[in-house]
T-cell receptor
Framework: GAVVSQHPSRVICKSGTSVKIECRSL??????MFWYRQFPKKSLMLMAT?????????EQGVEKDKFLINHASLTLSTLTVTSAHPEDSSFYIC???????????FGSGTRLTVV | GNSVTQMEGPVTLSEEAFLTINCTYT??????LFWYVQYPGEGLQLLLK?????DKGSNKGFEATYRKETTSFHLEKGSVQVSDSAVYFC?????????????FGSGTRLQVQP
């Protein structure tokens, strides 16, 4: 079946540094990838939608200069949290779809802790 | 806009009990409906889905029926196991292409005791 690999699974960084999270579709071409943020015991909040070769579309309230998304190929999307602060600590999850048959595949998530 | 409402958790059951997790939605047209499960520290796994009214999705003993008249997609299982303990999310996507992001409910934590 479709597999999405998300890396790293956990990362701890110092306040003010940047962190890059990768999301790869291993056995299919993802026309669209989504990035979600999940707060403790809360639902997933959509941050942005990215299509290969296009600029990401950010949801209202999400700072595009802080959360840089690149979708350079049909199998790779990256989320870079720039100048991270403790309030950016969260669980980030990516999802990829081929756009057919409502097949959404999720990565295993990245636990970001900013200290 | 689209929204999904789930029952508040946690839901605590004994092994072999019957499970119902309520889910209702608000959307224009006929969205596709999903149930996802999240185990501790992991991402989401698709449990089942239904793409049109009256469809029944089923998997691993779980079932949910797409009820257009009541805008509901309640999750049921006849006999839960300890291994079913997880957080369950109801979700929808608009009817068009399946390329739009999912809208999730708040999640319901299920705890099954031996």
């Amino acid at each position: 079946g479709a597999v999405v690999s998300q890396h790293p699974s956990r990362v701890i960084c110092k306040s003010g540094t940047s962190v890059k999270i990768e999301c790869r579709s291993l056995d299919f071409q993802a026309t669209t990838m989504f990035w979600y943020r999940q707060f403790p015991k809360k639902s997933l909040m959509l941050m942005a939608t990215s299509n290969e070769g296009s600029k990401a579309t950010y949801e209202q309230g999400v700072e595009k200069d802080k959360f840089l998304i690149n979708h350079a190929s049909l199998t790779l999307s990256t989320l870079t949290v720039t100048s991270a602060h403790p309030e950016d600590s969260s669980f980030y999850i990516c999802s990829a779809t081929t756009g057919r048959n409502y097949g959404y595949t999720f990565g295993s998530g990245t636990r970001l802790t900013v200290v | 806009g689209n929204s999904v409402t789930q029952m508040e958790g946690p839901v605590t059951l004994s092994e072999e009990a019957f499970l119902t997790i309520n889910c209702t939605y608000t959307a224009t047209g006929y969205p596709s409906l999903f149930w996802y499960v999240q185990y501790p520290g992991e991402g989401l796994q698709l449990l089942l889905k239904a793409t049109k009214a009256d469809d029944k999705g089923s998997n691993k003993g779980f079932e949910a029926t797409y009820r257009k008249e009541t805008t509901s997609f309640h999750l049921e299982k006849g006999s839960v196991q300890v291994s079913d303990s997880a957080v369950y999310f109801c979700a929808l996507t608009p009817m068009d292409t399946g390329r739009r992001a999912l809208t999730f409910g708040s999640g319901t934590r299920l705890q099954v005791q031996p």
